[in-house]
T-cell receptor
């Protein structure tokens, strides 16, 4: 069983569209994250949620709206997609208590044309 | 603010030779340190992590890393590189609680025959 699963793996869409990426973890972790990897491979935190509550929002445009229906899911919705949104988006999860153990999903490659 | 520096953008090593990838971090409290590997088009795989205790940690695929607090370093080593080790390597630092991971910009490892 995949620990952190993201769908879709690839997403190609036109500018101005709205799209969503889904993430689910079966590790029982209480914290989930979205990271963005740009064309230069740089990974940067976007959001983190703990038990469905937003903890960190790192200067991300309002067009990006994470939604956590329960602590096992963290979806990312993007409105009015722009060319600059093209990147690989990684979902991750960890346990807050004790030493952190981050587990990453396999990533979603978003291409905006 | 926490930060990670990987001074080498890319490194070329002959197959069978030893490898050391450098990582320096800045963190205000007790750091948790990680090395991840990313093969082309793939997700992030955890190689090893340091939380506490023995400063020399063993990971998967024959990798090890040494935590040196006095030098704020966490260098990754492998005694004999295989062609399949060619990939991008990321060092990351995090903390306890709601801390997120901060990644270095990565080092691309090329393995020559």
């Amino acid at each position: 069983d995949t620990a952190v699963s993201q769908t879709p793996k690839y997403l190609v869409t036109q500018m101005g569209n709205d799209k969503s990426i889904k993430c689910e973890q079966n590790l029982g972790h209480d914290t989930m994250y979205w990271y963005k990897q740009d064309s230069k491979k740089f990974l940067k935190i976007m959001f983190s949620y703990n038990n469905k509550e937003l903890i960190i929002n790192e200067t991300v445009p309002n067009r990006f709206s994470p939604k956590s229906p329960d602590k096992a899911h963290l979806n990312l919705h993007i409105n009015s997609l722009e060319l600059g949104d093209s990147a690989v988006y990684f979902c991750a999860s960890s346990q807050v208590e004790g030493a952190p153990g981050y587990t990453f999903g396999s990533g979603t490659r978003l291409t905006v044309v | 603010a926490q930060s990670v520096t990987q001074p080498d953008i890319h490194i070329t090593v002959s197959e069978g030779a030893s490898l050391e990838l450098r990582c320096n971090y800045s963190y205000g409290a007790t750091p948790y340190l990680f090395w991840y590997v990313q093969s082309p088009g793939q997700g992030l795989q955890l190689l090893l992590k340091y939380f506490s205790g023995d400063t020399l940690v063993q990971g998967i695929k024959g990798f090890e890393a040494e935590f040196k607090r006095s030098q704020s370093s966490f260098n990754l080593r492998k005694p004999s590189v295989h062609w399949s080790d060619a990939a991008e390597y990321f060092c990351a630092v995090g903390g306890s609680g709601y801390s997120t991971l901060t990644f270095g910009k990565g080092t691309m490892l090329l393995v020559s025959p």
